[in-house]
């Protein structure tokens, strides 16, 4: 049963089986990722996949289902899932499907010229990157990681209220971590990088990059645990947002899990701060021209000039808040229901470079990564307490790195104490953009 | 779920090209999620996983594919293809498939899919309840309860063909409290390998309680201070600084490949004598078992470190190339979508001989971690960190005021010597790891152990 046959007669058959609205989202996917280790491939990995969701309205509840099984015994499947899981939800939340936008920007996700790249040339660049990290320094030992990876993917969203999308993107990605000794010290250093421009991808600058990162964490010494001005470098700006990307969500402020609940309007950042969504930024690589529910994505400010401008809506919580969508509705995976999420956020940058903002800094901490996000930082309090890998600034020049330690704060209090924003704006792989942010205080404890 | 005779088709087809060994792993996997938040359900999915990966190995060469394509000849084109990475070579051997039958360990009493949602929802109501009156201070409770039925069948050229179907069950409490100007949450997730008896004989009264309980105190916490410190450790998840700080660096995925400071120091002391640290899949019913791991290979106790001595790693198959050694049924995937490798299963330290009372009585100035939060590590490194969920400072001997916002950070090695005391009252956590094979569901566990040193962040200063 092709995949066509399979969307129509599950609609079909959903309508008669007594849902009053039906939708099927569809993914199919294609991926490789070839990892080397010392000259050798060490692993390569290919796939092939698809899969269906499907959502349905019944009784005026929405019920989801899906499957990776394509045959004609999954429909009954489908259908009897969702009717359950449409029983057994509470309330009918005014939550329908989408008849569709008027118009939708044309953004193209998809490189054929990528998508062409033979694998071999993909395997040699790799390689080679691996090879001449190696001829860098001596004290480069070993590449934990090593590994270069792409995917394309095309997505189908269809309903029985006449909304018909799809959209295809490509990709590629690259992942280093080097591990690098002196003496009895060993620290590591990682890249990432993903792209939809195979060419842009220079080998030398590559390695020289991964090689400086890891090597720039030797010599590392201890400082007074205290508090003190900080500058943030762009990546690591970039994941501490992408960690508290949840205090944006109306789904967060409507069930009081977000202290931004009732701040449309008011200052919530300093004034150097503006935060904007653009789902079609030529330097950031996730992006789409619909949201989860078929909604047209379009660019946005989140915060402008520090003052809090939307929050990011679905279709339902939008009519909750009497506004209207602003297409953030996001549905990672046909697997999933529907959730709230940016699609490429990124701070505003501003005038100065990552080095004139640390000339102009007398002392301070210069970090560079952080870790343990995922547990450290409390998107309902705000609190983070998190490691931090990093530099210590004396008289505007980086003075050394610093052991390991930890950074402590509050986002809402770390929002109003930007003081500068540098101009070196990079997307990370995940979507999220920032700048070099320089920030009044931060509590650091060294190891 | 695949014909024997299809599955050897595709093992031979995938040592076409030279390749020494094939395998292929069929999953077809049932989920149902449901969230329930201010009181009411508001998410319920139920899905079919069903995919096949492919292995091949040719030397220290690893092949993987995957797909959702089922059909004999998208299957065999899928092997030919990933065979085509390897340089040609005489045909592999394929020995005649011997079907194994395996004696669960894990009784399921009542499969999860047998059980109608309104039996699920009622545990769930009973836990919010129990959260929300706990204190007029939580404004939120949200649950979240998974249960999951995961067939395998897996098969390789030396003949080997397993089934197996894995079970779980877990429910997810989180509890916010809230003075009207600051928010805390608290958090337990107490998970099985097991059915839906496991959800109905919960000691909700103690989860839901804790969780709020965790909320409101925090909710009252001073901040922490920063500094080195001893800290204590409380039993059950505490077990996570272990899993993150020496657990990782005893996958061969780190050791064989030399990046683990654990690398090559079998026999070496690495701990005090008071430390034994073991991972067994074995235990029955508890979140990180297996019958048989994601290679067929029955799961075992294996002794890590024992009074201090390392004494082994967590193998996979194809790792044991590279280190000359025995896999030691550790081999784990998320699911058909990851190459499978070296993962903890259930990973604990063995109970030692000081009551709690004790260590807490001897302690004259320190922390102590009630329970953790999550954590990461740097395997190469052994750095680590992690959040503690709820903690204290101990002033003479005593627990003293609740403090919030500290975080551990050190190095796994260096740590590992300075545990001094360990509690005789072992309890295992379950919590969810992240690594290269996906994210699956692990054990932590340990008895109250004390450290005599460990940086603690905070955002009091010292």
Known sequence: MTINEFQKKLLAEAVEMGFEEAEVYYKKSESFRVMIFKGEIDSYETSEEGGLGFRGLYNGKMGYAYTEKIEEASIAFLIDSAKANADVLDEDDGTDIFEGSETYTKHDFYSEELAQVPTLKKIELIKSIEEKIFAYDPRIVTLNYCMLQDFSEERVMANNKGLSLNEKQNGLIIYISAVVKDGEEMKTGSFSKMTRDFNELDPDAIAKEVAEEALSNLGEQSIPTRKYPIIMRHDASASLLAAFTPIFSAENTQKGQSLLKGKVGEKIAAETFTLLDDPSHPDAIAGSNFDGEGVATQKRAIVSNGTLETLLHNRKTAKKDGVKTTGHARKPSYKSTLTIAPLNMYIAPGNKSKEELIASMEEGVFITSLAGLHSGASTVSGDFSIAATGFHIKGGKIASAVKQMTIAGNFFDFLKDIEEVGSDLKFMPGGYGSPSLVVKELSVTVD | ?462
Not at chain 2, 47 to 68: A, H, K, M, N
């Open chain 2, 1 to 462: 779920m695949i014909k024997q005779s299809i599955i050897e088709n595709v093992l031979e087809a995938a040592l076409s090209t030279g390749g020494d060994f094939s395998e292929v792993f069929i999953e077809d996997k049932y989920v149902n999620t449901m969230e329930l938040q201010s009181g009411k359900i508001e998410k319920s999915i139920s899905g079919r996983d069903f995919g096949i990966g492919i292995r091949i190995f040719s030397g220290l060469q690893c092949i993987y594919t995957y797909t959702t394509d089922f059909s004999e000849a998208g299957l065999i084109n899928a092997a030919k293809r990933a065979a085509l990475a390897i340089k040609g070579g005489a045909n592999g051997t394929i020995h005649p498939l011997q079907k194994e039958i395996i004696q669960p360990i894990h009784t399921i009493t009542q499969m999860p899919r047998t059980v109608e949602h309104a039996r699920k929802v009622a545990v769930m109501r009973k836990a919010n309840d129990i959260a929300k009156n706990y204190d007029e201070r939580i404004k939120q409770v949200a649950l979240r309860y998974i249960d999951e039925e995961q067939n395998v069948l897996i098969a390789n050229s030396e003949g080997k063909f397993v089934e197996d179907t894995r079970v779980y069950s877990r429910l997810s409490i989180q509890a916010t409290a809230s003075d009207g100007i600051e928010m805390q949450t608290g958090f337990y997730g107490p998970g099985a390998h097991a059915g839906f008896e496991f959800i109905e004989n919960l000691d909700l009264n103690h989860y839901a309680g804790e969780s709020a309980r965790i909320a409101v105190t925090m909710l009252e916490a001073d901040e922490c201070p920063s500094g080195k410190f001893p800290v204590i450790i409380d039993n059950e998840f505490g077990g996570v600084i272990f899993h993150e700080a020496c657990g990782h660096g005893l996958e061969a995925t780190s050791v064989a490949k030399n990046n683990s400071v654990f690398a090559n120091r079998i026999g070496e002391k690495v701990a005090p004598d008071i430390v034994t640290y073991i991972d067994d899949g074995t235990l029955p019913n508890e979140w990180g078992s297996l019958n048989v791991d994601d290679e067929g290979e029955k799961t075992r106790k294996n002794i890590l470190i024992e009074d201090g001595i390392l004494k082994g790693y967590l193998i996979d198959k194809f790792n044991a190339r590279r280190m000359d050694a025995e896999a030691t049924g550790s081999s784990r995937r998320q699911s058909y979508r990851f190459n499978p490798t070296s993962r903890m299963t259930n990973t604990y330290i063995a109970p030692g001989e000081s009551t709690p009372e004790e260590i807490i009585a001897s302690t004259e100035h320190g922390i102590y971690a009630k329970y953790m939060g999550g954590g990461s590590v740097n395997p190469a490194t052994g750095d680590y960190n992690f959040s503690v969920a709820e903690a204290y400072l101990v002033k003479n001997g005593k627990i003293d005021r609740a403090v919030r916002g500290a975080t551990l950070i050190g190095n796994g090695a260096k740590t590992l010597q300075l545990v001094d005391m360990v509690g005789d009252n072992l309890a295992h956590g379950a919590g969810m790891c992240g690594s290269i094979s996906g994210s699956l569901p692990v054990n932590v566990g340990q008895p109250m152990i004390r450290v005599s040193e460990i940086t603690v962040g905070g955002t009091k200063g010292e």
